[in-house]
């Protein structure tokens, strides 16, 4: 059974910084792209980073580059998120999420998911 599971959301003041953390359990994840989703009450699922486990591409939504950076070790199975400068528009509940294709920004396209992990930024 394929497992994935996030940790490390919290309350941080704006400009402060936050790393999450997915952990992915049940098969072999080396041929697999992982990303990283949010959503806001009330908004749809958005991508926000992506990086493909056998070569370690990466992509970011336009609205992060330069303040979170993803990445993964494929020896504990595990993926990280690392916000820095958050915002309070980062605020939202972060999705992980696993396919065996390639980076996409489509929710559509991922056929795993974790439960989620809530980012506050607030002062």
């Known amino acids: 059974q394929v497992r994935l599971v996030e940790s490390g959301g919290g309350l941080v003041q704006p400009g402060g910084s936050l790393r999450l953390s997915c952990t992915l359990s049940g098969r072999t994840f080396s041929t697999y792209t992982t990303g990283w989703f949010r959503q806001a009450p009330g908004k749809e699922r958005k991508f926000v980073a992506g990086?493909?486990?056998?070569?370690?591409?990466?992509a970011y939504t336009d609205s992060v580059k330069g303040r979170f950076t993803i990445s993964k070790d494929g020896i504990k199975n595990t993926m990280y998120l690392q916000m820095n400068n958050l915002k309070p528009d980062d605020t939202a509940v972060y999705y992980c999420a696993a396919n065996p294709l390639d980076i996409s920004t489509t929710p559509g396209v991922y056929n795993y998911w974790g439960q989620g992990t809530q980012v506050t930024v607030s002062s």
């Open positions: 990086i493909r486990w056998r070569d370690d591409n990466t």
